[in-house]
């Protein structure tokens, strides 16, 4: 492609088509290029040459059908203790080695507080029937690591990225109902839509950002194309299916200075007992929410029950849309015993693994290391 072609993020073409692409566009899609070109009003060529352009040149990181993986694996966001001499070996095996750890990021507080020890964060995904404690156990041993707190979602508010979209956020923009729950109940899937999922889950290559990108997803799913799409909406009608999204870089500046965001705060939240979804719902209403979730931290983090995350570029901006958001709690009747503010630093996002296969091969060349 033409090096003339227009890559950055704030372009006004690439706005309005990352406006849509980033997370707008829900489920599984026969033609997912054509729906973001009819939402976002820019001819299909466009929006196939700008993504094009956009992944080349790493403005975008990856194009993808992700998945509702809380609905085909064990997951939970884990916090770690790691001797600060190890930290940065322990965060490089765990985003280089392990494909079951997704987000690995290093936090810090702005004050020494309530588990500002764990230092280590890090999403964690298993195949159903494995043990989340066994594998964060092996990570344990080959890092250096010396605590670990596993907090799986008891529920999800909010969960969409959109960085384009929520640059223009007031603090307090919000829906004018609470968010809906939704919830983390496994499915059981046949051998057919194991092996669909596994190939539609895959990032698309260059080559693939095309009108009809399922193509070669279908050759590898040993189907055909119309058997492919058959059975990926089947999944979507149970649910597993979550978005096809374009992936901003939002930890690195772009090849000319551009950064889509700076600073990632993970806001905790502790309500009383009892009011974990009132509380998740009044917080995930607010469109500035990349993730909320009802996760549990027990007593190393205040006893935290509703967690979430805000991206910005500028970190006076991120406490702002945190301080709406105190303010509509203390305004619906909802008390916090407990709130803070973990800042992520060095990052690096994967897609987590789910496949048992992969996961039985990953054990067994670790189990003697």
């Not at 956009?54 to 609905?71: E, F, H, P």
């Not at 990021?105 to 195949?127: F, N, Q």
């Not at 849309?321 to 009747?333: E, F, N, P, Y």
């Amino acid at each position: 492609m033409s090096s003339t072609i227009p890559v950055e993020h704030n372009d006004p073409v690439n706005a309005a088509i990352l406006a849509i692409s980033e997370d707008l566009i829900a489920g599984f899609q026969r033609q997912p290029f054509h729906l973001i070109a009819e939402k976002s009003g820019v001819p299909l060529d466009t929006v196939l040459e700008r993504i094009g352009a956009m992944l080349n040149a790493g403005v975008i990181r990856r194009v993808r059908q992700t998945l509702l993986s809380t609905k085909l694996a064990h997951g939970a966001l884990v916090a770690w203790k790691v001797p600060e001499e190890k930290l940065n070996d322990a965060f490089d095996f765990m985003a280089i080695e392990d494909p079951f750890s997704g987000h690995v990021v290093i936090r810090s507080t702005d004050t020494e507080v309530s588990g500002s020890g764990y230092r280590l964060w890090t999403t964690l995904k298993v195949p159903v029937g494995q043990s989340l404690d066994h594998h964060a156990t092996t990570l344990l041993r080959l890092t250096g690591a010396t605590e670990y707190l596993l907090m799986p979602a008891n529920g999800v508010f909010a969960l969409g990225v959109g960085h384009t979209r929520r640059k223009t956020l007031e603090p307090g923009d919000k829906s004018d109902e609470p968010a809906k729950m939704m919830t983390t109940a496994t499915v059981d899937l046949t051998p057919e839509e194991w092996a669909v999922l596994l190939a539609l889950k895959e990032e698309l290559a260059a080559d693939e950002i095309t009108a009809n990108p399922w193509d070669k997803r279908a050759q590898i799913a040993g189907v055909s194309l119309e058997r492919f799409c058959e059975v990926a909406e089947t999944l979507n009608s149970k649910k597993v299916i979550g978005r096809f999204s374009t992936f901003l870089e939002h930890v690195k500046p772009s090849a000319t200075g551009q950064r889509v965001t700076r600073f990632n705060g993970l806001f905790h939240w502790a309500v009383p007992k009892g009011r974990e979804i009132e509380g998740g719902a009044e917080v995930g209403r607010h469109f500035c929410m990349t993730h909320c979730y009802w996760r549990e931290g027990g007593p190393q983090f205040g006893n935290v029950n509703v967690m979430g995350v805000v991206h910005g570029t500028e970190k006076d901006r991120v406490l702002e849309h945190k301080a709406a958001i105190d303010r509509h709690l203390a305004a619906v009747g909802i008390p916090v015993s407990y709130t803070n503010v973990f800042w992520g630093g060095r990052s690096e996002i994967k897609p987590s693994e789910i496949s048992p296969k992969v996961y039985a091969e990953w054990h067994a060349k670790h189990a003697q290391l």
